[in-house]
C-alpha cells in the first residue's frame, strides 16, 4: 500500500509516517520503480503499536525500547518496568496538574472577587513570577 493509504489506515498524517521512518521506528520502506513507498500489513501492525503506544502517553524514545523489546522476544518483564515507570511518570504529572488546577481556581476567584477597572489577579500573578 502507498503511504497515504497507510497513514489513513493508522490514523495519522503521512508527515508522520515519514517522521517515524527518519526516527527509525518503522523500517524505510522499499520504493516502486515509479518511486513511491510500499508499505505491508506489518508496517501498519507496527503503526497502531506506536499511535496506541503514544496515546498511552510514552514517548518515542520509550516507544522505541519497547519496539526493540518486542523484536528481541518480548520479555515481559522489561515491558513491565518501562509500563512501571510510565505510570510513575504520569502520577507525578497528575500531581502538578492538581496543583495546577487548584492554583487557577484560587486565581479565578481573587477575579471574581475584583471590581472591574482594578488589576487582575491572575495577570499580575503571571506577570510578577519568577522561578
Known amino acids: 500500500m502507498k503511504i497515504g493509504a497507510l497513514a489513513k489506515a493508522a490514523g495519522i498524517a503521512v508527515?508522520?509516517?515519514?517522521?517515524?521512518e527518519r526516527r527509525g521506528l518503522i523500517p524505510r520502506a522499499p520504493r516502486t520503480a515509479s518511486g513511491y513507498r510500499c508499505y505491508g500489513a506489518g508496517d501498519l501492525t507496527r503503526l497502531r503499536f506506536i499511535v496506541h503506544a503514544k496515546e498511552l502517553g510514552f514517548t518515542l524514545e520509550e516507544i522505541g525500547q519497547l519496539l526493540a523489546i518486542k523484536s528481541g522476544g518480548r520479555t515481559c518483564?522489561?515491558?513491565r518496568?518501562?509500563?512501571q515507570r510510565k505510570a510513575?511518570?504520569?502520577a507525578v504529572r497528575m500531581g502538578m496538574l492538581a496543583k495546577m488546577r487548584a492554583t487557577?481556581?484560587?486565581l479565578a476567584d481573587q477575579c471574581e472577587q475584583t471590581a472591574d477597572g482594578d488589576p487582575c489577579p491572575i495577570l499580575n500573578i503571571l506577570e510578577d513570577y519568577h522561578e
Open 77 to 79: 518483564s522489561q515491558v
Open 88 to 90: 510513575e511518570e504520569i
Open 15 to 20: 508527515d508522520t509516517v515519514r517522521y517515524y
Open 81 to 83: 518496568a518501562v509500563a
Open 104 to 106: 487557577l481556581l484560587a
